[in-house]
C-alpha cells in the first residue's frame, strides 16, 4: 500500500508551506531586479514572477537582485509580485523510462508523470576520485568500428565532434539502440522543436525509447532552461547509477550548453574573454562531464557520449578543445566523408578511444594497428593515386592500403553483426586480408 500512495506523497511534500515575496523594482533588457529577497536569496534561486514566468538569480546586491527570467518579460510591471522559490532542483523517477520531460520534470508526451520521493540538486558535485572504480569491461554498441578500432567501454566518457548533418543524430540513435547498458538518459539541449518528435519515432523508435528518458529544451527556449537541460539529464542519469544501474548518457550538444552558459554568465555581469565565452564556461564544461564515468563500488556507472557542433571540422574550437583534455576518448566526424555517402562518417585517423590497449586482447591491438597502418598510408598517397601518379611497386604498404581500401573504408560503414564483437573482428580480419590475385 505505501508503493501505491508514494508518487501522491511526494508530490505533496514539495508543495511550499511559506513563501518569501519581494517586488520588481527595474526592468531591462532579460533582466530584472528584485527588491525585498536580497537577504535571503542565493546565487541559482528560482523564483516566481507572476502566474507563468519563471526566473533565477544570476547576481545579488546588497539593494535587490538580479533575476534573468526564462521568458521574455512583456507584460511584467514594477511592483510585481515576485516569489522566491529557492535552489532548483530535480525528483527523478524510475516511472520516467519510456517518458519524455523537459528540464523542470514536467511530462511533454501528453501524460501525467509523477515526481520522485527524493529531490537531488541539479548541480552536484562528481563521486569523490579515490572512491572511483577503473573503467570497465567493453561494450557492445551494435556499430562495428565502435566494437573493433574505436571500443567503448563501461564507464568510459566520448566526445563526438561533427559539423550539422553529418549523421551525429543517427549515430546517436544507433547507441541508444546497441550499447550494452540498462537505462539511457538521452539530453537534446537547444534542438530544433519539430526534432523532438522525429528522433523519438523515428531514430530511437519503439525499442529505444522502451529503455530511455529523454530530458529536452527546444532552440526557442531561453538560456536558463536550455543550460538546466544538461544539468537535469545529468541528475536524471545520477538517480538510476545510484540504484546501482549502469546508464548510458547521450548528451546533444555541449556546444548548445556552453552558448546557454555564456549568455547567463554575461547576463550576471561575466565578462567575455575566451574567444567570446566568459571564463567559467571551462570549469562548467568540466564540472559536468566529470559527473559521467565510472562511480563508487557501491553504485553502477555512467558511460557518456558528448556531442559537439564544431563548424569546419576545427578541433580547436573553444568548446571541443576544452572537452577533449576531459574525456576518455573523441570521435571525429568528417563532411567530406559524408558527402560521399558513407555513414557514420568517422575520420578514423583523427579519432581516439583511450580505452586502448587495455580494452583488447594482443591480436586485436595488432589487427586495430593494422588497420590505422593501412588507412595511414592510403591518405598519405590519396591524391598521388587518384591523379595516376602512384607507380605499383614503389611501395609495399601503399600497394597493400590500395588492395584492402575499398573493403575497409566499407567495413566502417557496417552495423556489428549479431555475433557481436567476436563477430565484428572476424569481420576486420577479412577486410584487412588482401584480394587473391
Known amino acids: 500500500m505505501a508503493d501505491v500512495f508514494r508518487p501522491l506523497v511526494s508530490e505533496i511534500l514539495g508543495v511550499p508551506v511559506t513563501a518569501r515575496i519581494g517586488r520588481v523594482s527595474a526592468i531591462g533588457r532579460g533582466t530584472v531586479t528584485v527588491t525585498g529577497i536580497a537577504d535571503v536569496a542565493a546565487l541559482g534561486d528560482r523564483v516566481a514572477l507572476g502566474p507563468t514566468l519563471g526566473g533565477e538569480v544570476v547576481a545579488l546586491q546588497a539593494e535587490g537582485v538580479t533575476v534573468l527570467t526564462d521568458q521574455m518579460a512583456e507584460g511584467l510591471t514594477l511592483g510585481a509580485a515576485v516569489r522566491l522559490i529557492g535552489q532548483a532542483g530535480i525528483a527523478p523517477d524510475n516511472s520516467w523510462i ?179 565565452y566568459p571564463p567559467s564556461v571551462a570549469p562548467a564544461i568540466m564540472a559536468w562531464a566529470e559527473r559521467a564515468g565510472p562511480g563508487p563500488e557501491e553504485a553502477g556507472d555512467i558511460t557518456a557520449v558528448f556531442s559537439v557542433l564544431v563548424a569546419g571540422s576545427d578541433m580547436e574550437e573553444t ?47 595488432a589487427d586495430i594497428a593494422k588497420a590505422r597502418r593501412l588507412l595511414g598510408a592510403y591518405d598519405r598517397a590519396e591524391l598521388m593515386i587518384q591523379a595516376g601518379l602512384y607507380s605499383a611497386g614503389s611501395d609495399p604498404l601503399i600497394d597493400d592500403a590500395i588492395q584492402v581500401w575499398p573493403a575497409l573504408d566499407a567495413f566502417l560503414a557496417e552495423d556489428a553483426p549479431q555475433e557481436g564483437i567476436t563477430g565484428s573482428f572476424l569481420r576486420l580480419q577479412a577486410a584487412l586480408t588482401p584480394p587473391s590475385k
Request: aromatic share 4%; glycine share 10%; with cysteine.
Open 319 to 365: 568548446v571541443a578543445d576544452i572537452l577533449r583534455g576531459v574525456l576518455d576518448g573523441h570521435v571525429v566526424m568528417d563532411r567530406k566523408i559524408a558527402e560521399r555517402g558513407r555513414y557514420p562518417a568517422i575520420d578514423l585517423l583523427r579519432s581516439v578511444s583511450r580505452s586502448l590497449p587495455f580494452a583488447a586482447s594482443v591480436e586485436e591491438n
Open 98 to 276: 519510456g517518458r519524455v520531460v523537459d528540464p523542470f520534470g514536467k511530462p511533454l508526451d501528453g501524460k501525467p508523470i509523477f515526481r520522485g520521493p527524493l529531490m537531488r540538486p541539479l548541480l552536484s558535485a562528481a563521486p569523490a576520485a579515490a572512491t572511483r572504480r577503473s573503467l570497465g569491461e567493453r561494450l557492445q554498441t551494435g556499430v562495428a568500428v565502435f566494437d573493433t578500432l574505436l571500443p567503448l567501454v563501461r564507464g568510459q566518457r566520448i566526445g563526438l565532434f561533427a559539423g550539422s548533418g553529418v549523421g551525429k543524430s543517427t549515430l546517436l540513435g544507433k547507441f541508444a539502440r546497441g550499447v550494452s547498458s540498462d537505462v539511457v538518459v538521452i539530453a537534446l539541449i537547444g534542438e530544433r522543436g519539430r526534432e523532438l518528435r522525429e528522433f523519438v519515432e523515428r531514430v530511437l523508435g519503439p525499442a529505444g525509447m522502451a529503455r530511455a528518458v529523454v530530458v529536452t529544451a527546444t532552440s526557442d527556449q531561453s538560456a536558463l532552461v536550455r543550460r538546466r537541460c544538461a544539468w537535469a539529464a545529468m541528475a536524471v542519469a545520477e538517480h538510476f547509477r545510484d540504484q546501482g544501474m549502469h546508464v548510458l548518457l547521450l548528451a546533444d550538444s555541449v556546444t548548445r550548453f556552453a552558448e546557454a552558459h555564456r549568455e547567463v554568465a554575461l547576463a550576471g555581469g561575466e565578462t567575455a574573454s575566451l574567444r567570446g
